[in-house]
């Protein structure tokens, strides 16, 4: 089984400038998760959905980051301007639902705003 | 406000010894806890699960004990080995979380030294 794909794997950025990361789940996982982790801390929700609706956004930060999931499958999440402590990693996650055991997470993409 | 917290950044242990992290969790609703391992680079990988129903989960070197009255779990591995060197992120889900969000503790750096 394939596992959880994203892109870019780094990306350094000036402040006030955007950046756009992408996910492509599982296959036929109908959850899929956007987690930023800051370094020294632990993943902390950004947003969620299912299928293309969108179940959980309140700790995304709406004035600066977007997120979509067209047709249920990929997903993109975009910064509009970054901060500097817009910095860490952003982690996708996908699960099938029914359980909070069934997380895969990808690889992440590391983002350095200078 | 930190509803899971590990209040041990690293953690040093000799090859063949115990190792012991800890996590302690403030929210009463949550009902079932997660630790997960994370390499350099590479997103967090599922280890083992317990739900509140039981207090001890075993899964070949690993086991999980749960308190509920204290509102604390732990993660053994028995014996630790030099390949178990990673960061270890404690992570807990409450029924109520639509989709199983999961709330993660700011993470245990174990090191297993030969």
């Known amino acids: 089984e394939a596992g959880v794909a994203q892109s870019p794997r780094y990306k350094i950025i000036e402040k006030r400038q955007s950046v756009a990361f992408w996910c492509n789940p599982i296959s036929g996982h109908a959850t899929l998760y956007w987690y930023q982790q800051i370094l020294g801390q632990g993943p902390k929700l950004l947003i969620q959905f299912q299928n293309n609706g969108v179940v959980d956004d309140s700790q995304l930060p709406k004035d600066r980051f977007s997120a979509e999931r067209l047709k249920g499958v990929d997903s993109t999440l975009k910064i509009q301007p970054a901060k500097l402590e817009d910095s860490a990693v952003y982690l996708c996650a996908s699960s099938q639902s029914g359980g909070p055991y069934g997380y895969t997470f990808g690889s992440g993409t590391r983002l350095t705003v200078v | 406000d930190q509803q899971v917290k590990q209040n041990s950044p690293s953690l040093s242990v000799q090859e063949g010894r115990i190792s012991i992290l800890n996590c302690d969790y403030t929210n009463s609703m949550f009902d079932y806890f997660l630790w997960y391992k994370k390499y350099p680079a590479e997103g967090p990988t599922f280890l083992i699960s317990?739900?509140?129903?039981?207090d001890k989960n075993e899964d070949g070197r690993f086991t999980v004990f749960l308190n509920k009255s204290a509102k604390h779990l732990s993660l053994h591995i028995v014996p630790s080995q030099p390949g178990d060197s990673a960061v270890y992120f404690c992570a807990a889900s409450a029924p109520h979380n639509a989709g199983n969000m999961l709330t993660f503790g700011g993470g245990t750096r174990l090191m297993v030294k030969p």
């Open positions: 317990i739900s509140s129903i039981k």
